[in-house]
């Protein structure tokens, strides 16, 4: 009987049709023009899952506004590592997008970003005395030298009107904001940059393709077989390189890899809703981000948060996300993606990690047995005024949490951040987690360069066209203000920020 499958080879294979892939193929052939790259994405269109602008949350996490990036130690003091990585990762990103739009590479940055402002917002006298002392903490880092706070009710009122109006102007309230936060649509971003890439030379893009199998080849290679959905044709691709940026989808396919260094990783996947605002009325009175604080034991991505965002040309106010429990790791997955993904190998970790959460495994129970009553009741902490005709449910994305093994006191951990992790030969790297994945994309994908394309990256070829692409790679911004302040001057005007 006749093979019909069909073969093709390469020297870098993406897997996922995401802002991740997008932003390293696009790195890639930048850095080295002949490279043959080939993608394949399982729905038929780009960025829709994880990256599209319904299903995350569009703030470019640079951590202006993201309570959970300082959280308070034993002592009363706020931890500011993290917030300070992020706030600089950002700064990167803005710095290639205004690459790729100075180059002609996407089309206008009004289809992607915009100026919208970044506001934290608490009430209660230990919650103001938190962000007090987060503010001070910040403040001292150029990164945050233009945040503003305050605790005054008229001021309050002039940042965000919609969030003032119906509340008592004794209560003890308080506010940072930060006029320079974006809102940022990686969805557009995401299928701007994957139409330029996939035009170019050695470049081709395959929808509707399902990665079924990969296996590394004794010259240290790969094969990776793949489905085509919409004819039943089987592909065969070889390749030198494989990443996989699958989303939800990264886990399952981690496994099929089969390499050491995937062993004993894991996942927890956690659901989110929206509310979405119908009144324009009411839009129209909302121009910002407002961010407060986490319940006890919910997880990143389910900081309350009453939300500008610009979705294809139209304002849009949202609030949430609600968090939920489902089974599948992709919003358009499979009820069974949780229990073929526990294997031998990683489920004293699952069993561990499960167990030293159980306020996360509480909060959820109570977040899926929440009504429409309920919800438009936590809208009115922040909207008292807030009317439940104005608003529908929405749904959000999925994201599934990195459970490894924990290597100081054994069992496993669950991790709420992005993790990229990459084989000791280079020839596969793997990206798990969501929070604040998007807007750090950038760095993420020139560390991975640097880690997997090890001789090519320190070469002066490579290490010249990084500048050009990003001109303050190598240098660090958060200690270095008159550099900040001329980059993000620059960034401002490509991308068209106020």
Aim: charged share 25%.
């Amino acid at each position: 009987m006749a093979d019909n499958t069909i073969r093709s080879n390469s020297d870098v294979v993406l897997i996922g049709a995401g802002i991740m892939s997008a932003t390293l193929g696009l790195i890639l052939k930048e850095l080295q023009p002949d490279l043959k790259i080939e993608i394949y994405e399982r729905l038929d269109v780009a960025a829709a899952e994880s990256s599209d602008a319904w299903n995350n949350a569009g703030t470019g996490h640079s951590a202006f506004c993201e309570l959970n990036y300082t959280p308070e130690k034993k002592d009363g003091t706020v931890e500011t590592k993290k917030a300070i990585s992020i706030a600089e990762s950002f700064e990167v990103s803005r710095q290639f997008w205004s690459y790729l739009v100075e180059q002609n590479k996407v089309p206008s940055p009004e289809n992607f970003i915009k100026s919208v402002p970044h506001i934290s917002f608490v009430w209660g006298d230990k919650n103001v005395s938190f962000l007090k002392t987060r503010f001070e903490a910040l403040k001292q880092n150029p990164l945050f030298k233009e945040m503003v706070f305050s605790t005054d009710f008229s001021e309050l009122s002039q940042w965000m009107p919609l969030v003032m109006e119906g509340r008592n102007p004794s209560e003890k309230v308080a506010g940072t904001s930060m006029a320079i936060g974006t809102d940022v649509n990686f969805g557009a971003l995401t299928r701007s940059m994957f139409a330029y890439l996939s035009k170019m030379d050695g470049v081709s893009m395959h929808f509707n393709h399902e990665v079924k199998k990969l296996k590394q080849r004794d010259d240290k290679s790969w094969r990776i077989k793949i489905n085509d959905l919409t004819t039943g044709q089987k592909r065969k691709a070889y390749t030198k390189f494989v990443f996989i940026g699958a989303g939800g989808g990264s886990l399952p396919l981690l496994e099929k890899a089969d390499v050491q260094e995937g062993k004993g990783y894991g996942g927890f996947p956690v659901s989110g809703q929206w509310l979405k605002c119908t009144n324009p009325e009411v839009i129209e009175k909302h121009a910002a981000k407002v961010y407060g604080k986490a319940s006890v034991g919910a997880p990143p991505m389910s900081v309350p948060h009453i939300d500008t965002r610009v979705i294809d040309g139209k304002k849009q106010l949202l609030f949430g996300p609600f968090a939920g429990f489902s089974t599948r790791f992709l919003k358009n997955g499979s009820y069974s993606d949780l229990p073929l993904s526990i294997q031998l190998d990683n489920i004293l970790p699952m069993l561990s990690a499960g167990i030293k959460n159980i306020p996360l495994t509480k909060y959820l129970i109570q977040q899926v047995r929440q009504s429409q009553d309920d919800r438009i009741e936590a809208l009115r902490e922040y909207l008292p005024n807030a009317n439940a005709k104005d608003w529908v449910l929405e749904r959000a994305g999925q994201r599934v949490q990195v459970i490894k093994k924990d290597k100081v006191n054994g069992g496993g951990v669950l991790e709420f951040g992005t993790e990229v992790i990459n084989t000791q030969d280079g020839t596969l790297a793997v990206l798990l987690g969501a929070s604040p994945g998007a807007s750090t994309a950038v760095s993420i994908m020139v560390d991975l360069i640097e880690r997997c394309f090890k001789d090519q990256a320190k070469s002066t070829e490579w290490q010249s066209k990084f500048k050009t692409m990003i001109p303050s790679y190598g240098q660090t911004l958060n200690d270095k203000p008159e550099l900040l302040s001329e980059i993000r001057n620059h960034t401002a005007t490509v991308l068209k920020l106020k």
